[in-house]
């Protein structure tokens, strides 16, 4: 594989990245929903919190691994799941799967990428966790998670915030179509669905855990706890879905709140620096996840894109934990952050 090129930040690979891909599915990673206010606010709200470092506590290097579902992870940064990936990079998913497994963490796979899903579960013997859209033909959605569960996926994450298609104005402005594939040709995600429709997914996917991804709200996270959810992801989907809604970091607190340690909960959602992850955790997310620089990482030099991405912002996470003073993700606290003033 060719080398990457060296990049320093997160925020160096998408001009890359943009130079590689067409048009219009750069217009498809990068958009989100209506103004794209909500997909802006997602890394505006970051700044508004400011991290309280701890000093003279004794301590050399920090330790970012954590431990996630009994599965031990190199830090609390897994990939989230995004579509059609082999439109950035031949390799596509493959190369994703390849590069988390590389870094110790967790890929979350697509359900648009289920015609290759046996692929992807044996392209690495890294974790996986396959990201559910459950589709009017229950059918095939029982057959697809048959196939998840033979194939050795850890945990299902069911996207629960997608009863309607957002407004994305760039993708329609572009002309983009998505690659046509058995999901996306022949069948369509089931709209009518209820938290009633929890116990038949948990029944198909045998004892592994379940994620509800796309919780906003301090209603919803109590309601996901008491359908008997495993873990939450406060999402807004990356801004793509209902503009106006808030970012996930400003969400994050009370669906910490309302869950009260019952389960774990995960963010995504404009996370681009370590001190971003750090800020995520003191608020009480067990860990978050990266979408477009994942992507931007995938299209601008494939596996090692991937990889080069992951290793930078675990070296931001390490440091911005040893300059807090937190030895391990545990010892990150409510005290290591607080609003900013200005």
Same mark, same amino acid.
């Given at each position: 594989?060719?080398?990457?090129?060296?990049?320093?930040?997160?925020?160096?690979?998408?001009?890359?990245?943009?130079?590689?891909?067409?048009?219009?599915?750069?217009?498809?990673v990068?958009?989100?929903?209506?103004?794209?206010?909500?997909?802006l606010?997602?890394?505006?709200?970051?700044?508004?919190?400011?991290?309280?470092?701890?000093?003279?506590?004794?301590?050399? =290097?920090?330790?970012?691994?954590?431990?996630?579902?009994?599965?031990?992870?190199?830090?609390?940064?897994? $990939?989230?799941p995004?579509?059609?990936?082999?439109?950035?990079?031949p390799?596509?998913?493959?190369?994703?799967?390849?590069?988390?497994?590389?870094?110790?963490? $967790?890929?979350?796979?697509?359900?648009?990428?289920?015609?290759?899903?046996?692929e992807?579960? #044996?392209? #690495?013997?890294g974790?996986?966790?396959?990201?559910?859209?459950?589709?009017?033909?229950?059918?095939?959605?029982?057959?697809?998670?048959?196939?998840?569960?033979?194939?050795?996926?850890?945990?299902?994450?069911?996207?629960?915030?997608?009863?309607?298609?957002?407004? @994305?104005?760039?993708?329609?402005?572009?002309?983009?179509?998505?690659?046509?594939?058995?999901?996306?040709?022949?069948?369509?995600?089931?709209? &009518?669905?209820?938290?009633d429709?929890?116990?038949?997914?948990?029944?198909?996917?045998?004892?592994?855990?379940?994620?509800?991804?796309?919780?906003?709200?301090?209603?919803?996270?109590?309601?996901?706890?008491?359908?008997?959810?495993?873990?939450i992801?406060? #999402?807004?989907?990356?801004?793509?879905?209902?503009?106006?809604?808030?970012? #996930?970091?400003?969400?994050?607190?009370?669906?910490?709140?309302?869950?009260?340690?019952?389960?774990?909960?995960?963010?995504?959602?404009?996370?681009? @620096?370590? &001190?971003?992850?750090v800020?995520?955790?003191?608020?009480?997310?067990?860990? $978050?996840?990266?979408? @477009?620089?994942?992507?931007?990482?995938?299209a601008? =030099?494939?596996?090692?894109?991937?990889?080069?991405?992951?290793?930078?912002?675990?070296?931001? $996470?390490?440091?911005?934990?040893?300059?807090?003073?937190?030895?391990?993700?545990?010892?990150? =606290?409510?005290?290591?952050?607080?609003?900013?003033?200005?």
């Amino acid at each position: 594989m060719a080398e990457p090129p060296r990049f320093v930040t997160l925020d160096d690979y998408e001009p890359a990245a943009r130079a590689a891909l067409p048009d219009d599915f750069y217009g498809f990673v990068a958009g989100a929903a209506g103004d794209e206010w909500t997909h802006l606010e997602n890394r505006r709200a970051f700044d508004r919190w400011v991290l309280r470092p701890r000093v003279l506590r004794g301590l050399g =290097a920090a330790d970012p691994r954590i431990e996630l579902f009994g599965e031990r992870v190199s830090m609390p940064v897994l $990939v989230a799941p995004w579509a059609y990936q082999r439109v950035a990079h031949p390799d596509g998913e493959l190369a994703t799967a390849r590069a988390a497994a590389r870094a110790g963490t $967790v890929m979350c796979v697509s359900t648009t990428a289920s015609d290759i899903l046996e692929e992807i579960a #044996s392209a #690495s013997d890294g974790p996986k966790w396959w990201q559910l859209y459950v589709f009017t033909d229950r059918g095939y959605t029982e057959e697809m998670l048959a196939r998840v569960v033979e194939a050795g996926f850890a945990a299902v994450a069911w996207t629960v915030d997608l009863n309607a298609y957002g407004l @994305r104005h760039r993708e329609t402005r572009a002309g983009y179509e998505p690659p046509i594939s058995p999901s996306t040709e022949t069948l369509a995600y089931e709209v &009518t669905l209820s938290w009633d429709d929890l116990p038949w997914i948990r029944e198909r996917i045998g004892g592994l855990p379940l994620l509800l991804k796309g919780i906003l709200t301090k209603e919803d996270a109590e309601l996901a706890v008491q359908a008997g959810a495993d873990a939450i992801v406060v #999402s807004n989907h990356g801004g793509r879905q209902l503009d106006s809604s808030p970012a #996930s970091i400003d969400a994050l607190p009370e669906v910490v709140e309302a869950v009260a340690g019952r389960v774990p909960v995960l963010m995504d959602g404009g996370i681009r @620096r370590g &001190t971003d992850v750090v800020k995520a955790l003191a608020l009480g997310a067990a860990a $978050v996840l990266i979408g @477009r620089p994942a992507a931007w990482g995938l299209a601008a =030099a494939g596996e090692d894109g991937v990889l080069d991405v992951l290793r930078i912002l675990r070296q931001e $996470v390490e440091n911005a934990m040893t300059l807090c003073g937190c030895p391990t993700v545990g010892d990150i =606290a409510p005290e290591h952050v607080a609003r900013a003033t200005a």
